[in-house]
């Protein structure tokens, strides 16, 4: 039974980034004063499949300089990658259990990065080396502010369980005492996820299209899917740490929806960010605040206990 619930949710998640991208793209329309795909299917509905079909069916090429076997199975490392991670969904039946949750994200998280070192080292095209260099280091600059991030309502919550938050969540949700840490947490999930206005890795004023340059057909398909499968991912998570994490009703799906509307509305309004700008954000501005809220929450957990054993 966990093998085939595994499998049943690999292929909603698939299925959810498909229609996530023709929600991105009609809301872009919109947003341009335009309609979207609306021509294959009723309002452009089966867009995401002909779209898979075309990348899939294409013919693949590679570039003559890179190392053919890496470079091939890069994508779908990638892909793996951010299928692994889903295994957090927190389901009531037919899943693991993880106890230390928290360590499992940020070990799979962090593991995102060697796909993006690989993808750009094994084209051996000096676009897809800059585009990867940048990427890495502005994933790893982002990860320590959202690990400490999570770490303060991890200590709150006094576990390293998802399943927690909701319990914890049930009386008033997280993101009315933290609103600060929210925003920076919501920018920090920008930056990870390589999306505007933080698309370094993808600059294509200054980098054509960053690591991912020598990609076409079906291992840009993979790549793409990776990266709409990430976001979908912090957006279920910002959802259950902030916004009550009640996973069994229909509105926790519906906040999860509304956090990919405002990845995309994001993208639409605002320009992209000057790089040393980005660092200098990352370094000098959420670093100290995350700590500052670590020992902002110790302190509220010790006023708790001292109030309940006294």
């Given amino acids: 039974m966990y093998y085939i619930t595994s499998l049943i949710l690999m292929i909603i998640v698939l299925i959810s980034v498909g229609f996530f991208t023709l929600l991105e793209r009609k809301i872009m329309g919109y947003m341009h004063i335009r309609k979207g795909p609306n021509k294959v299917g009723f309002i452009g509905l089966l867009q995401p499949f002909s779209d898979g079909a075309k990348l899939f069916l294409k013919e693949q090429f590679f570039p ?20 692994f991670i889903w295994l957090l ?44 260099v940048r990427s890495i280091s502005q994933t790893i600059s982002y990860e320590v502010s959202l690990s400490l991030i999570l770490l303060s309502y991890f200590l709150l919550c006094d576990s390293y369980n998802l399943l927690n938050f909701n319990l ?38 200054e980098l054509v299209s960053g690591f991912n340059v020598e990609y076409g057909a079906g291992g840009f398909a993979l790549l793409f899917i990776s990266e709409y499968s990430s976001i979908i991912f912090m957006s279920m998570l ?20 509304f956090f990919c509307f405002i990845f995309v509305w994001v993208r639409c309004s605002l320009p992209r960010y000057r790089y040393d700008k980005l660092m200098y954000l990352a370094w000098k501005c959420y670093l100290p605040m995350s700590l500052n809220y670590i020992l902002y929450f110790i302190l509220l957990k010790l006023l708790f206990l001292y109030h309940f054993f006294l």
């Fill in 64 to 83: 003559k300089n890179s190392n053919f076997l890496i470079y091939y199975i890069c994508p779908l490392l990638g892909l793996v990658q951010s299928l």
């Fill in 89 to 132: 969904f927190p389901f009531y039946f037919n899943c693991i259990d993880f106890s230390f949750g928290f360590l499992f994200f940020l070990c799979i998280s962090s593991l995102g990065v060697y796909s993006l070192i690989v993808c750009g080292w094994s084209s051996n095209s000096m676009y897809s080396i800059l585009g990867c």
């Fill in 168 to 205: 914890v969540q049930n009386m008033s949700w997280f993101m009315f005492f933290s609103l600060p840490i929210f925003f920076c947490w919501f920018s920090c999930n920008l930056a990870e996820t390589n999306r505007a206005p933080f698309d370094f890795s993808e600059g294509e004023s």
């Fill in 238 to 257: 910002s959802c259950l740490i902030f916004f009550g994490g009640d996973f069994f009703s229909f509105f926790f799906f519906l906040k999860i929806i």
